[in-house]
Structures are given as C-alpha cells and as structure tokens.
C-alpha cells in the first residue's frame, strides 16, 4: 500500500489518519464508558468517531498517506465499536439477544474474510470488488451514496433503537409504542432500517465471495508431495 517507512518524512504510526484512528479509539472508550447513565452524551460521541471514520481516508487521500497498518487500524475500530454497541443492545433488549448478537457475528466473520481474502488476492483494499461476480458487492464498494446510506443507515438505527430501550427488555413492544407516539425516532429509525437490511445482505454475499476466494487460493497452490 504505502512506501516503506524510510521514505517518509515521519514514521507511518504519525501518519495524519492514524491519529483520527487513535483519537476515534480514545473517544469510543469515553462513550461506551458513559453508555449507561448519559444516553444522549454517548450518541453524541459515537456518531462524531463513525463521521471521523470518513475523514481519516480523505487525508490518507489527500497526503498520501495510506498504510497497511491504517487500513487495519480503520476496521478494527470499525467492527469493535460496532460490536460493543450490540452488545448493549442485547443488554437492554434481552428478549431479542440473539438478533443482536447474530449481526454482530456476522459483521466480523464477514470482514474478517473479507481483508484475509483481499491480502490472498494481493489487492490494496478489500474495497477493490472489480473483479467480483457480484453486482451487489460491486454496486455497494463502487457507489459511495449506496455505501453510504447503508452503513450510516445501520448505526443510525442501532442508535436509534438504543434511545428508544426504557428498561422493559422487549424490542417489539418498544417499537411498536414508539410507532403508536409517532415519535421520531421511530421514523427516523424506519427511514434508515431498509439500509441496515441491504448492509446485512452484503454482509453474507461477502462472506460467501471470501470464503470462495480463500477456497480457490487453496485449491491453486501446487499439492505437496508425500513423503
């Protein structure tokens, strides 16, 4: 991805975007320490490290700064930050644990295939689909507006859903009162919901087209003779 260290003015660990990352990782720890007692506080913190995930790669962009390390820094703070707020969603939704814990499974087994998948391959990012049999992949890593709505549109609802959890540990109920209130988060949350479903469904195809991947990287290398 990047030139070697050497030639580069700083060291990649200064690298402008990996300091959005340490900072995106500093502001996390805050909100998910508050997550309990100060709901709004926490929202506030959270979606200021989802937007900040934009900007550390318009200035690895911008400075020619990208990085191995940056790009792995990038999704592990993506996929833990998104991880934990599952888990409190299956906190205060207990009924509906599994749901949560299921997503959240399935967006790090999805990823985590997906960036060993892109190394196998030997391309710079696991956004790089051009060779995909997929027109979903390719329409959801090729399109920033397609990305964009689904990813925003996910944590936007598990945000919401977050605001709308009062204690009664049942998600239907939850929502259903707040679609009863009209309230707006309610609507807020049904206008991001159809984003979280696509993300989901992209979630499997990728996991599917990156095992594929890892299954042909096998079945290409030369068999070893036995002894």
Same mark, same amino acid.
């Given at each position: 991805?990047?030139?070697?260290?050497?030639?580069?003015?700083w060291?990649?660990?200064?690298?402008?975007?990996?300091?959005?990352?340490?900072?995106?990782i500093?502001?996390?720890?805050?909100?998910?320490?508050?997550?309990f007692s100060?709901?709004?506080?926490?929202v506030?913190l959270?979606?200021?490290?989802f937007?900040?995930?934009?900007?550390?790669?318009?200035?690895?962009?911008? @400075?020619?700064?990208? +990085? *191995? /390390?940056?790009?792995?820094?990038?999704?592990?703070? %993506?996929?833990?930050?998104?991880?934990? =707020? #599952?888990?409190?969603?299956?906190?205060?939704f207990?009924?509906?644990y599994?749901?949560?814990v299921g997503l959240?499974?399935?967006d790090?087994?999805?990823?985590? @295939?997906?960036m060993? +998948? *892109? /190394?196998?391959?030997?391309?710079t990012?696991?956004k %790089?689909?051009?060779?995909?049999?997929? =027109? #979903?992949l390719?329409?959801?890593?090729?399109?920033?507006?397609v990305?964009?709505?689904?990813?925003?549109g996910?944590?936007?609802?598990?945000l919401?859903?977050? @605001?709308?959890?009062?204690g009664?540990?049942?998600?239907?109920?939850?929502v259903?009162?707040?679609?009863?209130?009209?309230?707006? =988060?309610?609507?807020?949350?049904?206008?991001?919901?159809?984003?979280?479903?696509?993300?989901?469904?992209?979630?499997?195809?990728?996991?599917?087209?990156a095992?594929? @991947?890892?299954?042909v990287?096998?079945?290409?290398?030369?068999?070893?003779?036995?002894?």
């Open positions: 991805m990047a030139a070697s260290a050497t030639s580069r003015p060291p990649i660990y200064l690298y402008v975007p990996n300091l959005i990352g340490y900072a995106r500093l502001i996390n720890i805050t909100a998910f320490a508050i997550c100060h709901k709004a506080l926490f506030a959270y979606f200021f490290s937007v900040c995930d934009y900007f550390d790669g318009r200035f690895a962009q911008l @400075l020619n700064q990208r +990085s *191995t /390390f940056g790009a792995v820094l990038d999704m592990v703070t %993506d996929r833990v930050s998104t991880a934990a =707020l #599952l888990v409190i969603l299956s906190h205060l207990s009924n509906a599994l749901l949560f959240l499974a399935l790090i087994s999805s990823h985590w @295939l997906q060993y +998948s *892109t /190394f196998l391959s030997n391309k990012s696991h %790089d689909v051009n060779d995909s049999k997929s =027109l #979903l390719r329409l959801y890593y090729q399109y920033r507006a990305m964009g709505y689904c990813a925003i996910a944590e936007v609802l598990y919401v859903l977050y @605001l709308l959890g009062d009664s540990k049942d998600l239907t109920e939850v259903l009162t707040a679609a009863a209130e009209k309230s707006v =988060l309610f609507y807020v949350g049904l206008f991001a919901f159809p984003g979280c479903v696509i993300k989901q469904i992209v979630n499997l195809v990728q996991m599917k087209s095992a594929d @991947l890892c299954v990287h096998d079945l290409q290398k030369p068999q070893q003779k036995s002894s």
